[in-house]
Nanobody
Framework: QVQLVESGGGLVQAGGSLRLSCAAS????????MGWFRQAPGKEREFVAV????????YYAVSVKGRFNISRDNAKNTVYLQMNGLKPEDTAVYYC???????????????????WGQGTPVTVSS
């Protein structure tokens, strides 16, 4: 069982930056690939970024590549999402999630994730 708690969301102007954090409970954090997803009002949840168990591999959605950076600190049981160059279309509730899959290092589908945080809202004003 893994419990995830996100923090770091808020209101920022376009072009600004935020860093989201996701703290995980349990002693097996390094056994999970960690992903970030987001859901804007009236839209479906979408994949944002994923990082492998060791942190050596990452993958990003096209819409955020080059602006966002995912990282993790397995000693602190925490995954981060550094968001730079924010745009109004980045406005959403951001969720972190943990995937126990061993057959795919960088899962991108929500169904691959067993554990989800409660979400942290990000609002980007124009």
């Amino acid at each position: 069982q893994v419990q995830l708690v996100e923090s770091g969301g808020g209101l920022v102007q376009a072009g600004g930056s935020l860093r989201l954090s996701c703290a995980a409970s349990g002693r097996t954090f390094s056994s999970y690939a960690m992903g970030w997803f987001r859901q804007a009002p009236g839209k479906e949840r979408e994949f944002v970024a994923v990082i492998s168990r060791s942190g050596s591999m990452t993958y990003y959605a096209v819409s955020v590549k080059g602006r966002f950076n995912i990282s993790r600190d397995n000693a602190k049981n925490t995954v981060y999402l550094q968001m730079n160059g924010l745009k109004p279309e980045d406005t959403a509730v951001y969720y972190c999630a943990a995937s126990p899959r061993t057959d795919w290092a960088l899962p991108r589908g929500g169904s691959s994730y067993d554990y989800w945080g409660q979400g942290t809202p990000v609002t980007v004003s124009s």
